[in-house]
Structures are given as structure tokens and as C-alpha cells.
């Protein structure tokens, strides 16, 4: 990795950084989310080095992630996943989707930005079988029949993230699993659309990119995704000065998250919408930290990591985090506490094999008025209480993941409680 200058680089390179920050992150991520092999096409590329991958393709996770995974910090344990990046430089692709029945489910579309920008699924465009085109800016073609929802991009380059709510009942993960497999993408003409793409980035890798390597897919990442409409390009910058910059940036950006306070020791760590807007910082240290974040319309992540007393959670002690009758979260799909090690942000592991506790919790116990406790501790409490196993003298931190939620939390007006301590 680079190591820093011992001076303060330019403002001027700096801020170059921060804003084109989004940018390099998405092609890494692109790199590292992005499939060497199609089902019929076989590999990209047969020398087993080489950074070509296939793209206009969906690759499915058909199963919830567990303690074993490490690839994703703070993961959903709600849903299964399911991926694919779009580059409509060829021309505009046509995603066909199932009818998902009564089930919560999303295609959330993120472009080069990472901006939100738009949305397939429950809350936006129904549960219906459905056909959606998605075209580049420069596409100004005829419409095809049959074709339920159009989705213009502002650029060539679009990452689909999306997730389909499983629960315990039997044959539950295998149906959502049937319908990741029913989810399709083709060219108006109906051939294959996927390409190959030479993605040049090592998609495990995390440092900071030399900044040969940053210019290089800045460059070819602007050529293909404009700057958003209102936003003063402020790229490039010599050599000399990037150099300085990147080491200076991205340690910057290791930084903790600014959180919007939510009160009770909750926090909001992201808040967007469906554009960062002007708030380029923001937007840069998201992508670092938080990259691949929908907008808070779809769902919302408030988060603790301290009790009542603020004090940092810890499974040497035993929590209570109650919500009153009339008073658990506000959501019209569905919602979820999970809880992570502080340690390395992943799931711990437990005898129970319990990772979160939620609305769709079977046998969650209820009290008078539909009064709702957990209970967080590392020992079981026993019958009569919704436990969610902690790490036992570790420190950790919960979300409470809010699907689809309602007006109090979108202006973060609903009373969130705190985890009091017993």
C-alpha cells in the first residue's frame, strides 16, 4: 500500500479523490461480485489469472447467510441474494422476473455513483410476473410489446442487488430458490445478453490501488457513466498530486461513519434516498464503508451499539430491548433485529442457530396489547422469551432492519427504545 505523504496533498486533488472515490469502488466491486463462468458460455476465459468476467448475468446466493460467511460485513439474514451488473453500452437489456406471490422481494438498481436511483419489487411495481427494460442514456429506441416497466439509467453501468425474504416454514428457502432461478435477463431481440468485460482490478483486494491503476479505471469508468447532472467534474489531476491524495483519502475514509442520531443510543448509519445529491463526502465515505446501500424507502438499518447508559453492548451482560403496545416498528413489509460481533462485524455463532428475531419470529411471544421484549444475552432465559443469542463476553451490535418502513421512521420521528441493561 502507498504510504502517505507527510504533507497535506492539494485540496484540489483531494477533493478530485473524494468525488471519483464511487467510481473506483463500484468497478471493484463489479470485479469481485461478477462471474467467471455463464451457465452456456462457459468461461470467460480459460487462463484462470485473467480479470475478464461475464456481466449482463444473474448469479444467485439460495441460501441465508450464516456465521461461515466473510465476504460482507453486518450481512442480511432475512433474505437470499441475488446479483448482476449491467453494462448497456451494446444496447438495453430486458429482465424478466416471477410472479413472487406474497413474498417481500427487490431488484434495487444502484448506478456508477452509487446512487439508489431506481426499483423493481413489492413496493415499487408489485409481486406480478413482470418485464423490465433498462437503457443507457444514449438508447432512444422503440419500446417492445410486452414490456411492464422502462428504466432509464444514467449511464452504461448498473449494478442489481437483489434479495427475496425466506423464513423457517419447510420448503420455504427451496421455493425462493425457484423463483431466484426464474429471474432472467436478454437482449429486445431475445438472444444472450451477457459480455465479457475486463474488469482489470483484483476484486479481493482492499487497500489503497496505486494511482496508475485509480487513473486508469476512473478513466475508462467516466467515459461510460457521466458525472451526475449538476456536478462539477473536478477530475483529472497530475500524477504527483494523486499519488498524495489517494493514501491521504482513503485513510480519511477509514474513519467511522457519521451517523444520523435516532435517540434510545440508535443511529442511523446511511440516509440516502435515491441521489447523494451534493453531499460528496457522504457519498465517498459510503461507498468506502457502506457500498451497495439502497434508499431508506426500501429499508432502513438503525443500529446500537450501546445500552441505555451508554455503554457499549457486551455478552457478559444480559439486555432487555422492549417496545411498548402500539409500539414495535412500522413497516409495510416485514422487520428484524440481528446482531453482529463488534470484533469483525459477522454473525456469532450460537447453539441455537438463532441470528436474528423478528415480526416473523415462529412462536414470538407476545405480551398484553402486543407488547414485545427480546431478550439479548449469551445464555438461554428459557421458555416465555424472544432470545437472541449474544457472543458470551464479547462486544457486539445490533440492527434493526426495517423493511418497506413507514412515515414515523422515514422522518425519523418513531421512538426507538433503548437496550436496557438487567
Known sequence: MPKPSTSTPPQAARDAVLQTLPLFEMMRMRAATTARRHPVLGFASEDRASRVRWVNQFTHTHRRIGPEDREVVSPNNDTVFSNAWLDLSQGPVLIDTPDMGERYWTLGLLDAWTNPFAYVGRRTTGNRRQRTLVHGPAWHGRVPDGVDNVIASPGDDVWVIGRILVDDSPGNLAQAGELQRGISIHRVDGGTAALRVDTRLDGSAVDTPSAALYRATVDDALARNPVPTGEHL???????ALADALPWVFGALRQKV??????????????????????????ARVARNFIGALGIEEAMYPTAEVDADGEPLNGSNAYELHFPPGATPEVDAFWSLTLYRRSDCLLARNAAQRYSVGDRLPGLVTGAGGRLTIRIQADDPGPGHNWLPAPSGEGFYV?????????????FQFPYPPLRRL
Open 234 to 240: 473536478r477530475w483529472p489531476v497530475d500524477d504527483g
Open 399 to 411: 440492527v434493526l432492519r426495517l423493511y418497506q418502513p413507514r412515515r414515523r421512521h422515514l422522518e
Open 258 to 283: 457519521q451517523p444520523h442520531a435516532l435517540g434510545g443510543g440508535w443511529a442511523l448509519p446511511v440516509a440516502v434516498r435515491t441521489h447523494w445529491g451534493q453531499d460528496v463526502a457522504m457519498r
